[in-house]
């Protein structure tokens, strides 16, 4: 069973990745690919704890873990890009 906290995570995200993603494409903030990437992991992972409410939980948490590990390895490298000044 799906939780209203995990709902709400999942309708929060989505409304932050319009946000960005509408001044992505404007040009209004940088593009770091690899930092829209890892937004976009987390968001997924959030989309896999609600389904894993409903329909196959191993599989859907096994993706959510997996993202949030996808996710952490693009932040990882956005910050490495940041750093050495490879945008």
């Given at each position: 069973m799906y939780q209203l906290s995990e709902v709400l995570?999942?309708?929060?995200?989505?409304?932050?990745?319009?946000?960005?993603s509408r001044l992505f494409w404007l040009g209004l903030i940088?593009?770091?690919?690899?930092?829209?990437?890892?937004?976009?992991?987390?968001?997924?992972?959030?989309?896999?704890?609600?389904l894993e409410g409903f329909y196959f939980?191993?599989?859907?948490?096994?993706?959510?873990?997996?993202f949030y590990f996808l996710s952490s390895i693009c932040f990882l490298f956005s910050i490495k890009m940041e750093i050495l000044g490879n945008h």
């Open positions: 995570n999942l309708v929060f995200d989505s409304i932050g990745i319009l946000i960005v940088p593009k770091y690919y690899l930092l829209i990437s890892g937004f976009l992991c987390i968001w997924f992972s959030n989309v896999f704890t609600v939980p191993e599989i859907f948490n096994l993706l959510e873990h997996s």
